[in-house]
């Protein structure tokens, strides 16, 4: 049962266009969502996040949205540039019970064509 | 030091073998969390400490698995009688105290376990 869900694999786009990777989740708990990039043979290195009773938060380039009535969230990132290829993933933060767990998603890997 | 650090970054262990995966925390940070990758799957929890003490275990597949951290920094993932299905990479995280919520927690670059 997958709780935090990527449905694209993929995306590729092009320098100076916007990016947006999209992610899903099915547990209405959840406190906080991230963005996490990871680029290959490192570990994920943290992007932006959203508290759950926010609904857009906003640092340069990139924007997180909320719409917690679709359990959905999205990553804008604006203007892509080839740096930002590697693969993101969404993760949903639960505190509960003295304990902290991050739940992510399968990741979508981002190209972004000079 | 200035990030976490994972050793060793690459382990092939034969199947039945034990190992032994270590992670050297950001100086001071009291939260330690370790994460298992499997391929083209996204981290998944394993187990989590507040210093020394692991207050969350949830996540470790089997009792073949277990981890420690006696003194409060580093810590070691121990695999016991590794399995086929135990290869992945080993992510460890720490942060500088509970409930950091958003954007608190560093991640290591991983121990890589193939089990052959």
């Known amino acids: 049962d997958q709780q935090v869900k990527q449905n694209s694999p993929s995306l590729s786009v092009q320098e100076g266009r916007i990016s947006i990777l999209n992610c899903d989740y099915t547990?209405?708990?959840?406190?906080?969502f991230l963005w996490y990039k990871k680029y290959p043979a490192e570990g994920p290195t943290f992007l932006i996040s959203i508290s759950s009773i926010k609904d857009k938060n906003e640092d340069g380039r990139f924007t997180v949205f909320l719409n917690k009535s679709a359990k959905h969230l999205s990553l804008h990132i604006v203007p892509s540039q080839p740096g930002d290829s590697a693969v993101y993933f969404c993760a949903a933060l639960r505190l509960q019970g003295g304990s902290e767990k991050l739940v992510f998603g399968k990741g979508t890997k981002l190209t972004v064509n000079p | 030091g200035a990030g976490v650090s994972q050793s060793p970054r690459y382990k092939v262990a034969k199947r039945g073998q034990d190992v032994a995966l270590r992670c050297d925390p950001i100086s001071g940070h009291v939260s330690l969390f370790w994460y298992q990758q499997a391929l083209g799957q996204g981290p998944e929890f394993l187990t989590y400490?507040?210093?020394?003490?692991?207050?969350?275990k949830s996540g470790l597949p089997s009792d073949r698995f277990f981890a420690e951290r006696p003194e409060g920094s580093v810590s070691t993932l121990k695999i016991q009688r590794t399995q086929q299905e135990d290869s992945a990479v080993y992510l460890c995280?720490?942060?500088?105290?509970?409930?950091?919520?958003?954007?608190?927690?560093?991640f290591g670059s991983g121990t890589r376990l193939t089990v052959v």
């Open positions: 547990n209405s708990m959840f406190d906080y």
């Open positions: 400490f507040q210093n020394e003490a692991q207050l969350d």
């Open positions: 995280a720490s942060s500088r105290g509970p409930i950091q919520g958003a954007g608190g927690y560093t």
